[in-house]
């Protein structure tokens, strides 16, 4: 029941995880062309995104620490687990690289407000969104894939 709901969560949060970091980065490229003042509503989105990026890590880690069978579970019941793509994948890669993603925004979006010229806070911005959108766009778990699921939670 948990799991089934911890799942459902974080598998429609994705969609949020990953569309809201690309409206920021299109959004601040063309501020950086067009040299717009960096605003109130730039600060807001930052923080929307944190607050997505961070919710969606808690439930990543819930489901892979405890509640999936397929995350820290899997390492005991699994022998030469490493060896099989689809298990490496939600025991170790899946959760790593979202971790780096989640991380590498945290560094650069937190310099960001550091920086006092506003089109130096929109460039830090842009790489901020760039690395998260990039790196999930890498390792969703898209259909098709050996790993893969559906593009929506299954009921
Ligand atoms: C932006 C970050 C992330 C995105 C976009 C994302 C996306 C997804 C998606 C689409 C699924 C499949 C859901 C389904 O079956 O419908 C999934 C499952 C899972 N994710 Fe993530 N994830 C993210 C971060 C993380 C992190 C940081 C961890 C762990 C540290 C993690 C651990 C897991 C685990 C353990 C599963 C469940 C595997 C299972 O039992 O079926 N995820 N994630």
């Not at 089934?4 to 429609?12: A, D, K, M, P, V």
């Not at 063309?30 to 717009?36: L, W, Y």
């Not at 607050?51 to 999936?68: F, K, R």
């Not at 890669?93 to 993603?101: S, T």
């Amino acid at each position: 029941m948990l799991y089934n709901t911890l799942l459902f969560i974080h598998s429609f949060w994705r969609w949020l995880a990953f569309l809201l970091p690309l409206v920021v980065l299109q959004r601040s490229s063309r501020a950086v062309i067009v040299r717009a003042p960096y605003a109130p509503v730039d600060r807001k989105l930052i923080l929307a995104v944190t607050i997505v990026l961070d919710v969606q890590l808690l439930l990543g880690l819930a489901l892979w620490a405890g509640v999936s069978p397929l995350g820290l579970q899997s390492f005991s019941s699994t022998p030469h687990l490493m060896k099989n793509p689809v298990l490496r994948y939600w025991a170790v890669e899946h959760g790593a690289l979202m971790v780096l993603a989640i991380g590498a925004f945290h560094g650069l979006s937190a310099s960001a407000k550091k920086l006092t010229d506003d089109r130096a806070k929109h460039k830090r911005v842009v790489m901020a969104c760039a690395v998260v959108v990039i790196l999930v766009l890498v390792n969703m778990p898209w259909p098709g894939r050996p790993y893969g699921r559906s593009l929506l939670p299954n009921m």
